[in-house]
């Protein structure tokens, strides 16, 4: 792997963690994700099961975690099951962990051949009383696709009909909404790669580069610091586009006097940031241009200090939202005639501000954690405002990683440039 792993303690303190909320006499169980396949023979890139990883480490296909906190036979609380290797699959697909190099990375003393696991699970839950089985509980998942987990809770319920079942998404989503040490200094360097690909292009863009040839720049810069790439798809909007919130064509040449939003974020060790700048091509800003910049920049800075501990989240965003009211009526994009007339569940500001401000990040983009209870410290979430304006051609949004603490943030792309003078600057350096 490119990365360097994360050390096997905290992958013992988050099964301790999870087990802790487990019900008495239960086992729960965790699917890596299937290889998705393209067209003909093809595959896509393996990406694990977050679930999975963050309670183990593991980063390979075909593996199963089992625990069973209250399991008679000690060796039996914890197993984690791998694809047993062979020189074939080493010929063709290279190294697969042995189970010394997988009890090293997870801290799993008991660590087993998969041909091993309907034996040992008809042995486990014999002797439990509650099964946890996994599912993707998003909020916004569009699951199509049959996965390994729904797969395995099919024939689970089918093999162990009187058992008592329950979900393990609830406990996953509370304890990856807070983030332990070692994940938020993965997140930063997440961060610090991010960077170092936004200022590679701050020297780059000039008027008519393409947004593949800046898509490019990125990529460049973020495989040549040990990421896989792209946290995500990456939006590079010059120009209107930047009004199409998820635009990834980028297939235009950004032009003289045009703005460039990006919206792009490094990937490393299975974690991701986040990032949106806005530029302008030619490197100096409109007054106009400038004057939107400096109200978003302004709503950013007042967004950021107001995610505190104890703040619920819907409750912030409408918050954030009187703060974007206020900016765009001095832009004079709306006045007080449209707000008196407004519908109260479609606010005046949605006509160009239409997304929300703020959500988890870590694993997944948009990770797992609470949008209803009070945020508490080690969350992760971006600061994400924008104004978009088709007509005029324009769309800004400025984003940030920031870690809540007891008293205000810590901002994880405190080192990113964003004040438009320096953005300027160093366009022009």
Same mark, same amino acid.
């Not at 009187?322 to 407004?342: A, C, V």
């Given at each position: 792997?490119?990365?360097?792993?994360?050390?096997?303690?905290?992958?013992?303190?988050?099964?301790?963690?999870?087990?802790?909320?487990?019900?008495?006499?239960?086992?729960?169980?965790?699917?890596?994700?299937?290889?998705?396949?393209?067209?003909?023979?093809?595959?896509?890139?393996?990406?694990?099961?977050?679930?999975?990883?963050?309670?183990?480490?593991?980063?390979?296909?075909?593996?199963?975690?089992?625990?069973?906190?209250?399991?008679?036979?000690?060796?039996?609380?914890?197993?984690?099951?791998?694809?047993?290797?062979?020189?074939?699959?080493?010929?063709?697909?290279?190294?697969?962990?042995?189970?010394?190099?997988?009890?090293?990375?997870?801290?799993?003393? *008991?660590?087993?051949?998969?041909?091993?696991?309907?034996?040992?699970?008809?042995?486990?839950?014999?002797?439990?009383?509650?099964?946890?089985?996994?599912? *993707?509980?998003?909020?916004?998942?569009?699951?199509?696709?049959?996965?390994?987990?729904?797969?395995?809770?099919?024939?689970?319920?089918?093999?162990?009909?009187?058992?008592?079942?329950?979900?393990?998404?609830?406990?996953?989503?509370?304890?990856?909404?807070?983030?332990?040490?070692?994940?938020?200094?993965?997140?930063?360097? &997440?961060?610090?790669?991010?960077?170092?690909?936004?200022?590679?292009?701050?020297?780059?863009?000039?008027?008519?580069?393409?947004?593949?040839?800046?898509?490019?720049?990125?990529?460049?810069?973020?495989?040549?610091?040990?990421?896989?790439?792209?946290?995500?798809?990456?939006?590079?909007?010059?120009?209107?586009?930047?009004?199409?919130?998820?635009?990834?064509?980028?297939?235009?040449?950004?032009?003289?006097?045009?703005?460039?939003?990006?919206?792009?974020?490094?990937?490393?060790?299975?974690?991701?940031?986040?990032?949106?700048?806005?530029?302008?091509?030619?490197?100096?800003?409109? /007054?106009?241009?400038? /004057?939107?910049?400096?109200?978003?920049?302004?709503?950013?800075?007042?967004?950021?200090?107001?995610?505190?501990?104890?703040?619920?989240?819907?409750?912030?965003?409408?918050?954030?939202?009187?703060?974007?009211?206020?900016?765009?009526?001095?832009?004079?994009?709306?006045?007080?005639?449209?707000?008196?007339?407004?519908?109260?569940?479609?606010?005046?500001?949605?006509?160009?501000?239409?997304?929300?401000?703020?959500?988890?990040?870590?694993?997944?983009?948009?990770?797992?954690?609470?949008?209803?209870?009070?945020?508490?410290?080690?969350?992760?979430?971006?600061?994400?405002?924008?104004?978009?304006?088709? &007509?005029?051609?324009?769309?800004?949004?400025?984003?940030?990683?920031?870690?809540?603490?007891?008293?205000?943030?810590?901002?994880?792309?405190?080192?990113?440039?964003?004040?438009?003078?320096?953005?300027?600057?160093?366009?022009?350096?």
């Amino acid at each position: 792997m490119k990365y360097t792993p994360l050390p096997k303690e905290l992958y013992s303190r988050n099964r301790a963690k999870f087990a802790a909320k487990m019900a008495k006499n239960s086992v729960a169980i965790f699917n890596s994700n299937d290889i998705m396949p393209t067209n003909a023979d093809g595959t896509m890139k393996f990406r694990q099961n977050n679930d999975l990883f963050y309670l183990c480490g593991i980063d390979q296909e075909e593996t199963i975690l089992l625990i069973a906190p209250d399991c008679p036979n000690p060796a039996m609380r914890e197993v984690l099951f791998l694809r047993e290797t062979n020189e074939l699959i080493a010929v063709w697909e290279g190294h697969k962990y042995t189970k010394e190099e997988a009890e090293a990375a997870s801290g799993i003393k *008991n660590i087993q051949w998969l041909a091993n696991f309907d034996q040992v699970l008809n042995t486990v839950v014999s002797l439990s009383e509650r099964i946890y089985l996994n599912t *993707n509980e998003h909020l916004r998942a569009g699951v199509v696709v049959e996965t390994r987990d729904a797969r395995f809770i099919k024939s689970c319920k089918e093999m162990f009909p009187l058992h008592l079942f329950d979900r393990a998404a609830p406990i996953m989503h509370e304890l990856r909404g807070r983030k332990e040490k070692e994940e938020i200094d993965q997140l930063q360097i &997440a961060c610090d790669i991010t960077e170092k690909g936004f200022r590679r292009i701050l020297s780059f863009v000039k008027p008519g580069v393409t947004e593949f040839e800046i898509e490019a720049e990125y990529l460049h810069e973020f495989v040549r610091n040990r990421s896989k790439g792209f946290a995500y798809e990456p939006i590079i909007a010059s120009g209107a586009s930047a009004c199409v919130l998820h635009y990834i064509e980028n297939s235009k040449a950004c032009l003289d006097g045009e703005m460039l939003l990006m919206d792009v974020g490094a990937e490393f060790g299975n974690y991701n940031a986040d990032m949106t700048r806005t530029i302008p091509v030619n490197g100096r800003f409109t /007054a106009r241009q400038r /004057a939107v910049y400096d109200a978003v920049i302004r709503v950013h800075k007042e967004a950021s200090n107001i995610l505190r501990p104890g703040t619920n989240i819907q409750d912030y965003h409408k918050e954030v939202g009187l703060i974007m009211q206020s900016e765009l009526i001095g832009l004079g994009l709306i006045d007080q005639t449209d707000i008196q007339n407004q519908d109260p569940a479609l606010p005046a500001y949605k006509k160009y501000f239409m997304h929300g401000t703020s959500h988890h990040l870590g694993l997944d983009v948009h990770d797992v954690g609470t949008m209803h209870n009070p945020i508490t410290p080690g969350m992760v979430f971006t600061v994400e405002p924008g104004i978009y304006i088709p &007509a005029e051609g324009i769309g800004i949004r400025l984003e940030n990683n920031i870690v809540i603490q007891e008293n205000g943030y810590f901002d994880l792309m405190r080192n990113i440039p964003i004040e438009a003078e320096e953005i300027e600057e160093l366009m022009n350096s």
